[in-house]
């Protein structure tokens, strides 16, 4: 059992990196980077305790955001990220910024899925055009809440089983 578990218990390389069911292609070797704002705190000092706050209380639940590279720029890609049009084998961008809102699914090599009912996708070109970088598109992915649903889950390789 506890080989069962320590086995479980990690979670490691990108497999695959899916918006709205559509996988997006090479990602840069960097990976994944999960960031986001800490819940803001508000302490509750009182004059007769000096040694510290009497209360801690939890003012908003901060922010989850996931960055990456999206190095595969075929058509279908930049279109899917970007917004805009391919067609006839021409990308267009989109006059102005057009962010997207979908269903996230990060496949691991360790075995684990983590889904993202909600996101919001933003992009953007980046980077050098050289012989010794890729060109790129920034991509940001925040966590955005729906009531009653949890943010995510993860579901764990071989149960098949959310939080097994």
Same mark, same amino acid.
């Given at each position: ?13 990108l497999d &695959? ?11 840069? &070797?960097?990976?994944? &980077?999960? $960031?986001?704002?800490?819940? +803001?705190?508000?302490?509750?000092? $009182? ?22 590279? @999206?190095?595969? @720029?075929?058509?279908?890609?930049? +279109? ?9 084998g021409?990308?267009?961008p989109?006059?102005?910024?057009e ?21 919001? @996708? ?8 050289? /012989?010794? +970088? @890729?060109?790129?598109?920034?991509? !940001?992915? !925040? ?14 390789? &071989?149960? /098949?089983?959310? /939080?097994?």
């Amino acid at each position: 059992m506890a080989e069962d578990v320590k086995k479980n218990s990690f979670i490691y390389g990108l497999d &695959e990196f899916k918006f709205n069911d559509v996988a997006l292609g090479y990602i840069s &070797e960097d990976g994944l &980077e999960w $960031a986001g704002d800490k819940p +803001e705190k508000v302490k509750i000092n $009182a004059a007769q305790v000096q040694s510290g706050p009497v209360k801690v209380i939890t003012k908003g639940l901060g922010t989850n955001t996931i960055t990456f590279k @999206l190095i595969e @720029l075929d058509g279908k890609n930049c +279109e899917g990220v970007l917004g805009g049009t391919y067609k006839n084998g021409e990308y267009t961008p989109p006059s102005s910024v057009e962010d997207k809102v979908g269903k996230v699914e990060i496949e691991c090599t360790s075995g684990h899925v983590i889904t993202i009912p909600n996101a919001n @996708l933003s992009a953007k070109p980046a980077g050098k055009i050289s /012989g010794g +970088e @890729l060109f790129s598109i920034d991509c !940001e992915v !925040e966590i955005l809440a729906t009531e009653n649903v949890a943010p995510y889950t993860i579901t764990y390789p &071989e149960t /098949g089983v959310e /939080g097994a």
